[in-house]
């Protein structure tokens, strides 16, 4: 299993960047997936998450109107959409994911820690500065 996460940079304020994360060694139909991210001194914040099985998916209030996670089975690759891109943004992103997840599983409880993902994508650094 392996996720391969993309797509950060350095960008100004008011911009956008797309991630994307490639996942390879399970399927994304039943899988639940999720976006976090650490800044510098700062603990971890599940970002947006997501049950492919079922639930609402999930947005920080930090992010929620700005960022859309999205997903594409046939490219096995889940995608995190920034727009609108503010100073606070800065931190390094990681995509995670709990392949066969249970239906039970609250897109929410993801992202706030209450389950354990099973495997972790190497982080890709966001920039945002003038």
């Known amino acids: 299993v392996q996720l391969q996460a993309s797509g950060g940079g350095l960008v100004q304020p008011g911009g956008s960047l797309r991630l994307s994360c490639v996942v390879s060694?399970?399927?994304?139909?039943?899988?639940?997936i999720g976006w976090f991210r650490q800044a510098s001194g700062k603990e971890r914040e599940g970002v947006s998450c997501?049950?492919?099985?079922?639930?609402?998916?999930y947005y920080a209030d930090s992010v929620k109107g700005r960022f859309t996670i999205s997903r594409d089975s046939s490219k096995n690759t889940v995608y995190l959409q920034m727009d609108g891109l503010k100073p606070e943004d800065t931190a390094v992103y990681h995509c995670?994911?709990?392949?066969?997840?249970?239906?039970?599983?609250?897109?929410?409880?993801?992202?706030?820690?209450?389950?354990?993902?099973?495997?972790w994508g190497q982080g890709t650094q966001v920039t945002v500065s003038s």
């Open positions: 060694g399970f399927t994304l139909d039943d899988s639940a």
């Open positions: 997501f049950n492919s099985r079922g639930g609402i998916t």
């Open positions: 995670a994911a709990i392949p066969e997840a249970d239906i039970l599983v609250r897109p929410f409880e993801l992202c706030y820690g209450y389950y354990k993902m099973d495997y």
